[in-house]
C-alpha cells in the first residue's frame, strides 16, 4: 500500500479477515460466538511513517485474542458498540465512552459486538519512546506506561482522539500529505506529545511530580493549602498570609509558574468540586444548589464556563452521574 493511501479491506470469510487483521497489526486468534450469524468485516486502514489509522468493524459477535501484541502501542476508540476487553488478565468493558491504550507485548482479549466500530492507532513503539526520551531529556526512563482504560469523558484525552481523527481524515482527503516529511513530521509530533500528555500513564505523572519540584516554595504552598481547602473563603491576602509573602510576590509566582493568576486557580479548581459533586448521585441533585455551594452565583456564566471546560452541560454531566 502507497503511504498515506486508504485501503479498503472487506471480507465475510473469517480465515481471510483474520489474514487481514494479522498482516497489519500481528497474529491473533478470531472466532465467531455466533456461528449462524454473517460476518460483514470491513476496514479503512492508512499508514503514514511510524503511524497507522484504521477503522474497522467485524459486522458480528467475535473474540479477538492476542498471546502477544507487536512492538507497537495500540489506541482503539469504540465508536459504537462495545467490546469487552481483558488485558494481562484486567477486564473492563470499552465503548463510546472509554477508550483503551494497549501496551508493547502485551496480551489482549476482545469480545466486539456485532455493532461495533472502532477508531485505531498504531503507533510504533521505538518512534514514541524515542519522543518521550527527547521530551524528558532522560533517555534512561525505562518503558512507557498508560493506563489501558481511558475515561473519553475527560477533555484531554477526548481532544486526542478527535485530534489523531483529524489526521486521518486530513490524509483521506489529501494522501500526498504523508509523503512530505515536513508535514508528516509536525503531524506525528503532534500526536506523540499531545498522547503522551493528556493519556493518563507514567509519562504524564512524571512531568506532574517535576513540575512540582520546580515551583517555588511559595506557590506550591498555595495551590497545596486552595487543594485542601475548597470550600473556604480565600483572598489573595489569605493566601499571601498563610504562605508569608506579598500578594504581588504569590500573584507574580502563580502567573509565572502556573500561568494563572491565584484567584483565577482557585476558580478552575472550584469548577472540577462542581463536576465532582454533579457526577457523584449521593449529591443533591440540582445544578443550582451545586454551583452556588462552590461559590458561582451567576449561574449563566457558569454553564458557559463548563461548558468551555468540559465540553458539555452542567445537567448533561448530572445526567450521566444518574
Not at 84 to 97: A, L, W
Not at 181 to 205: C, D, H, Y
Request: glycine share 6%; net charge positive; with cysteine.
Amino acid at each position: 500500500m502507497t503511504i498515506g493511501q486508504s485501503a479498503v479491506y472487506r471480507s465475510s470469510d473469517l480465515d481471510e479477515t483474520r489474514s487481514i487483521v494479522a498482516g497489519i497489526y500481528c497474529d491473533h486468534r478470531l472466532d465467531q460466538l455466533r456461528s449462524r450469524a454473517r460476518l460483514k468485516y470491513e476496514h479503512t486502514h492508512c499508514a503514514m511513517g511510524g503511524f497507522s489509522f484504521s477503522r474497522m468493524r467485524y459486522g458480528a459477535d467475535v473474540s479477538v485474542d492476542v498471546d502477544t501484541l507487536g512492538d507497537f502501542y495500540l489506541i482503539q476508540v469504540p465508536l459504537s458498540g462495545t467490546d469487552r476487553m481483558c488485558v494481562n488478565g484486567n477486564s473492563f468493558c470499552s465503548d463510546s465512552r472509554y477508550a483503551s491504550v494497549n501496551a508493547p507485548m502485551s496480551g489482549l482479549g476482545m469480545k466486539w459486538s456485532a455493532d461495533c466500530l472502532k477508531f485505531a492507532v498504531r503507533i510504533e513503539r521505538k518512534l514514541l519512546e524515542g519522543h518521550a526520551a527527547a521530551l524528558s531529556a532522560r533517555p534512561d526512563d525505562g518503558p512507557l506506561v498508560f493506563m489501558p482504560s481511558v475515561d473519553l469523558r475527560q477533555a484531554a484525552p477526548r481532544s486526542w482522539v478527535a485530534t489523531a481523527q483529524h489526521v486521518l481524515n486530513e490524509l483521506q482527503r489529501n494522501p500526498q500529505l504523508a509523503t512530505q516529511p515536513l508535514v508528516r513530521t509536525q503531524f506525528e509530533q503532534l500526536l506523540m506529545t499531545t498522547l503522551l500528555s493528556w493519556m493518563p500513564g507514567s509519562f504524564g505523572e512524571a512531568v506532574q511530580t517535576e513540575r512540582r519540584v520546580v515551583l517555588p516554595r511559595h506557590v506550591k504552598v498555595a495551590e497545596e493549602f486552595m487543594r485542601a481547602n475548597p470550600e473556604q473563603v480565600m483572598t489573595i491576602e489569605t493566601l499571601a498570609s498563610v504562605v508569608g509573602v506579598s500578594g504581588r510576590t504569590l500573584f507574580d509566582g502563580f502567573r509565572k509558574f502556573l500561568g494563572v493568576s491565584p484567584m483565577r486557580y482557585l476558580r478552575d479548581l472550584r469548577m472540577e468540586c462542581a463536576r465532582r459533586d454533579l457526577l457523584d448521585a449521593s449529591r443533591p441533585r440540582s445544578v443550582t444548589t451545586i454551583a452556588t455551594h462552590w461559590g458561582f452565583y451567576q449561574l449563566g456564566r457558569f454553564a458557559c464556563d463548563y461548558r468551555q471546560r468540559f465540553d458539555e452541560n452542567p445537567h448533561e454531566t448530572m445526567a450521566r452521574g444518574r
